[in-house]
C-alpha cells in the first residue's frame, strides 16, 4: 500500500519553512526521506524507526508518530539548494523493500 | 569511494526486443534493490536482492526478472518490451538500510518504441 505524501506540491520564498507529510494504513517499521532533483538520483536525507523519534541535521528534521503511522519533514529557512522533490519510503517490518510516496515538488523561490 | 553504477545511461529499444540493464553497488553493499520510475505512476518496487538471493518481488509481470551474482553486481532484465515499460530504471545498495537508507544509482533511461 502506497504513503500518502501531501502536499503534491508547494512554492516558498528561500527563508521560509515548510512541512511534509507521508502517512500510511499499515504499521511501519521504518520511515525514509529522500530528496531528488531534476535529473539526479534519489539522495538519502534520514531514517525513522518505529517507536517515535525525532531526527534532524542542520535545518532538516523529521519525525515519527507511530501511533498514526505519519511522518513529517521539515525544513526550516529554506534555501535554493532545497529545492527538488521529496519522497516518502515506508517499511513493514521483515519486507525488506521501500514503497514510496508520489512525492512533493519543493520550489525555493531567491 | 565509488557510487551506484549503472549502465548503461540511455537505451532506446523496439518493441518486442528484450533488455539487460546492469547495477554495481558500492563496495560491501549485499543488498540491492530495482526501482521503476516513471511520472504517473512514481517510484515503484521492482525487486530485492542479497547474496544472490532475491528477497522480495513487486507487482510487476513475469517479463522482468532479475539476478544478483557472487560480487553483489545485479542486472534485470525485461523481456517482450512493450511501450509502457519506458522509464528510469533505478538500482540502489545499502550496507544496512536501518542505519543508512539506500544510495541509488543514477539510472539507466529506457525508451521503448
Known amino acids: 500500500q502506497q504513503p500518502v505524501q501531501s502536499p503534491q506540491a508547494v512554492i516558498l520564498r528561500e527563508g521560509e519553512d515548510a512541512v511534509i507529510n507521508c502517512s500510511s494504513s499499515k504499521a511501519l517499521y521504518s520511515v525514509h526521506w529522500y530528496r531528488q532533483k531534476h535529473g539526479e538520483a534519489p539522495v538519502f536525507l534520514m531514517i525513522l524507526l518505529k517507536g517515535g523519534e525525532q531526527k534532524g541535521h542542520d535545518k532538516i528534521s523529521a519525525s515519527f508518530n507511530e501511533k498514526k503511522q505519519q511522518s513529517s519533514l521539515y525544513l526550516t529557512a529554506s534555501q535554493l539548494s532545497y529545492s527538488g522533490t521529496y519522497f516518502c519510503g515506508t517499511e513493514i517490518e521483515g519486507a525488506q523493500k521501500l514503497v514510496f510516496g508520489q512525492g512533493t515538488r519543493l520550489t525555493i523561490n531567491p | 569511494k565509488a557510487g551506484v553504477t549503472q549502465t548503461p545511461r540511455y537505451l532506446i529499444k523496439t518493441r518486442g526486443q528484450q533488455v539487460t540493464l546492469s547495477c554495481s553497488p558500492i563496495s560491501g553493499h549485499r543488498s540491492v534493490s530495482w526501482y521503476q520510475q516513471t511520472p504517473g505512476q512514481g517510484l515503484q518496487f521492482l525487486f530485492e536482492?542479497?547474496?544472490?538471493?532475491?528477497?522480495n518481488k513487486g507487482n510487476f509481470p513475469g517479463r522482468f526478472s532479475g539476478r544478483q551474482f557472487s560480487n553483489s553486481r545485479s542486472e534485470m532484465n525485461v523481456s517482450t518490451l512493450e511501450l509502457g515499460d519506458s522509464a528510469l530504471y533505478l538500482c540502489?545498495?545499502?550496507?544496512?538500510?536501518?542505519?543508512?537508507?539506500?544510495?541509488f544509482g543514477s539510472g539507466t533511461r529506457l525508451t521503448v518504441v
Open positions: 540502489a545498495s545499502s550496507l544496512n538500510p536501518s542505519l543508512g537508507g539506500y544510495t
Open positions: 536482492y542479497f547474496s544472490e538471493t532475491q528477497r
